[in-house]
């Protein structure tokens, strides 16, 4: 079975330190998308792409988080600098259309945390 | 825009007990309800979701009806195993031109033997 893919699944850091965390979502999956999960609340959803453009990004800190989805298919989520509140867990999903009937599929994660 | 509250946890049962999770939600218009499990270590997985008021989804012996009338999407499970423990997020999607999921916080269940 067809499964998104996440790395690293876990990061340590010091504050003021760049991150990047990649995701390669299922093949044929137009539609991406980043959460974050603090400890003990649901994802959040920070960035989506559909293709390789921004659908919607307006929970995205831009001041120090970027993503980017190049060709349509891997994404890339970085963080510069990296603050205390950033520990969390990083979770890329991707689903065949943006449409809210359709299923996302999650990856494993990447646990982040920031000292 | 969108909410989703769900029980909060965490919630503690002996195996083949009945299980009832809460979730109620508000939003603007129709949205898909989900119901997502998160086992130890890995990411969310769907177990059922509903598209429409009245419908059940059920997957793995869990329930959940769409109740448009009283804005809800509770989880049931007649009889839980030690291999369901793990934490349940109910979310709601679209209604209007929304397409984002809204997550609740969550709700850790264990189930002993």
């Known amino acids: 079975e067809a499964e998104v893919a996440q790395s690293p699944r876990y990061k340590i850091t010091e504050k003021s330190q760049a991150v990047a965390f990649w995701c390669d979502p299922i093949?044929?999956?137009?539609?991406l998308y980043w959460y974050r999960q603090i400890l003990g609340q649901g994802p959040e959803l920070l960035v989506q792409f559909q293709d390789e453009s921004v659908v919607d990004d307006s929970q995205l800190p831009k001041d120090r988080f970027s993503a980017e989805r190049l060709k349509g298919v891997d994404s890339t989520l970085k963080i510069q600098p990296a603050e205390l509140g950033d520990s969390a867990m990083y979770l890329c999903?991707?689903?065949?259309?943006?449409?809210?009937?359709?299923?996302?599929?999650f990856g494993p994660g990447t646990r982040l945390l920031v000292l | 825009g969108n909410s989703v509250t769900q029980m909060e946890g965490p919630v503690t049962l002996s195996e083949e007990a009945f299980l009832t999770i809460n979730c109620t939600y508000t939003?603007?218009?129709?949205?898909?309800l989900f119901w997502y499990v998160q086992y130890p270590g890995e990411g969310l997985q769907l177990l059922l979701k509903a598209t429409k008021a009245d419908d059940k989804g059920s997957n793995k012996g869990f329930e959940a009806t769409y109740r448009k009338e009283t804005t809800s999407f509770h989880l049931e499970k007649g009889s839980v195993q030690v291999s369901d423990s793990a934490v349940y997020f109910c979310?709601?999607?679209?209604?209007?031109?929304?397409?984002?999921?809204?997550f609740g916080k969550g709700t850790l269940l264990t189930v002993n033997p």
């Open positions: 093949s044929g999956h137009a539609t």
């Open positions: 939003a603007t218009g129709y949205p898909s």
């Open positions: 999903a991707s689903s065949l259309t943006p449409t809210f009937q359709e299923t996302q599929y």
């Open positions: 979310a709601g999607g679209g209604g209007g031109s929304n397409y984002k999921l809204t």
